[in-house]
T-cell receptor, first 111, second 113 residues
């Protein structure tokens, strides 16, 4: 199974700023994903991070707000831009290696 | 659009008291149904994938089953360390992403000693 790490594990940010979350996988994987988990809500897919091309965003999520990079087969970043309190959530990275595995998450609080 | 509904939202059991968690789903075409365990402050931990109706999988005290409309996660003689939120997700054949998982809200299981 893939082992996934994320940095930072948590952060408190001010409204209007941006935060970049890093995701590192211990082996090369084809597919990487970014999810959001809001209190009392289901895990929701933000986008699929494609290596060598632009990310594919789900309905309700846009590149200007959540730019994603995927420079190689083991690493991806998600930026939460121009943050508002509504962006307070847990952001999770996942990768597919036969099954879909998840990182520990980044808990973001926007004040 | 794929949908997943889990019940109950919360379940409290005594140690050794067996029970089942339910996951009802609607999907245009099922690629797979997934069960995860999530502990507080951690990411989901993969448990099982089921691909077709009638399939069953077991791991320690957990057994997952699948029908065409729902899946059950049976917990036999649970222990306090089984306390966690259990998440169900489906992967369907519709939509742009072949790997997209649609999750339910989860069942919070508490097992008292």
């Amino acid at each position: 199974s893939a082992v996934i790490s994320q940095k930072p594990s948590r952060d408190i940010c001010q409204r209007g700023t941006s935060l970049t979350i890093q995701c590192q996988v211990d082996s090369q994987v084809t597919m990487m994903f970014w999810y959001r988990q809001q209190p009392g809500q289901s895990l929701t897919l933000i986008a699929t991070a494609n290596q060598g091309s632009e990310a594919t965003y789900e309905s309700g999520f846009v590149i200007d707000k959540f730019p994603i990079s995927r420079p190689n087969l083991t690493f991806s970043t998600l930026t939460v831009s121009n943050m508002s309190p509504e962006d307070s959530s847990i952001y999770l990275c996942s990768a597919t290696q036969h099954e879909q595995y998840f990182g520990p998450g980044t808990r973001l609080t926007v004040t | 659009e794929d949908q997943v509904t889990q019940s109950p939202e919360a379940l409290r059991l005594q140690e050794g008291e067996s029970s089942s968690l339910n996951c009802s789903y609607t999907v245009s075409g099922l690629r797979g149904l997934f069960w995860y365990r999530q502990d507080p402050g951690k990411g989901p931990e993969f448990l099982f994938t089921l691909y077709s109706a009638g399939e069953e999988k077991e791991k320690e005290r957990l057994k997952a089953t699948l029908t065409k409309k729902e899946s059950f996660l049976h917990i036999t003689a649970p222990k306090p360390e089984d306390s966690a939120t259990y998440l169900c997700a489906v992967q369907g054949t519709s939509g742009g992403s072949n790997y997209k998982l649609t999750f339910g809200k989860g069942t919070l299981l508490t097992v008292n000693p």
